[in-house]
């Protein structure tokens, strides 16, 4: 909420960027464990 407010992004795409970057964050921890 507080990081959308200081964006200037909604709620919503706040969640959606947030998603989005721990699937990719998680993607990255696993590639590199193999």
Do not use: M
């Not at 992004?9 to 193999?34: G, N, V």
Request: hydrophobic share 45%.
């Amino acid at each position: 909420q507080e990081a959308a407010d200081v964006l200037g992004i909604s709620r919503a795409t706040a969640a959606r960027h947030w998603a989005y970057s721990r699937a990719w964050l998680f993607s990255q921890i696993k590639s590199d464990k193999e």
